[in-house]
């Protein structure tokens, strides 16, 4: 964590998975809780399956700063096959930790990340959304799988934040609502960390 209690995160998707949605959502649970934010994304060529990157900044107070995330404390990968293209450990903090949808454990993805030292978590957050919500949505469970290990908030916090935020957003869809919410819970119980 920097002065201010600024936490930085970056997310590494791909188009159509949700890492800007996730990273929004963490912006909103964020805010909801009384933080500084700010949540965005840059994008490549924007269509399906092209990789896209997005950050957040939460804060205790207000931050001035809106540039992307060079020196980021979390590094959120919510596709495992971005690991061979992208350099997803790039200026991460090795105080902080990268976050990975992968089936594998910690100790056996580490291989793949070129020497970083720092902490390892995993996460299944295919097997786990498809278990929740009947189809391949990995933001959810990687977005509470990024606010235990980084702690940016509690978890009761967390989970009344996004509750609303879901009832807000599908409003006409209350089974998604109940899908988004067991994704959460059922990730913040299983994310591993080396």
């Given at each position: 964590m920097k002065k201010n209690g600024l936490v930085e995160?970056?997310?590494?998707?791909r188009g159509g998975q949700g890492a800007k949605t996730a990273c929004l959502l963490l912006a909103d649970a964020a805010f909801a809780a009384g933080k500084f934010v700010q949540g965005f994304p840059e994008y490549g060529?924007?269509?399906?399956g092209a990789p896209i990157t997005a950050y957040n900044r939460i804060s205790d107070?207000?931050?001035s700063v809106h540039c992307n995330i060079e020196s980021p404390d979390y590094v959120v990968v919510v596709d495992e096959t971005l690991l061979d293209s992208e350099d997803v450990t790039r200026g991460l903090q090795e105080e902080g930790a990268i976050i990975i949808n992968t089936p594998?454990?910690?100790?056996e993805i580490r291989r793949k990340l070129k020497g970083w030292?720092?902490?390892?978590?995993t996460l299944d957050a295919r097997r786990i959304s498809e278990e929740t919500l009947g189809r391949n949505f990995p933001n959810s469970p990687m977005l509470s799988a990024a606010v235990k290990v980084s702690g940016v908030l509690e978890e009761s916090t967390f989970m009344t934040n996004m509750?609303?935020?879901?009832h807000h957003k599908f409003a006409t869809k209350p089974q998604v609502v109940a899908g988004n919410m067991a994704a959460l819970?059922?990730?913040w119980e299983e994310v591993q960390a080396e």
């Open positions: 995160f970056r997310w590494h998707g060529p924007e269509r399906m107070t207000r931050c594998k454990a910690p100790a030292k720092g902490r390892v978590c509750e609303d935020s879901f819970k059922k990730s």
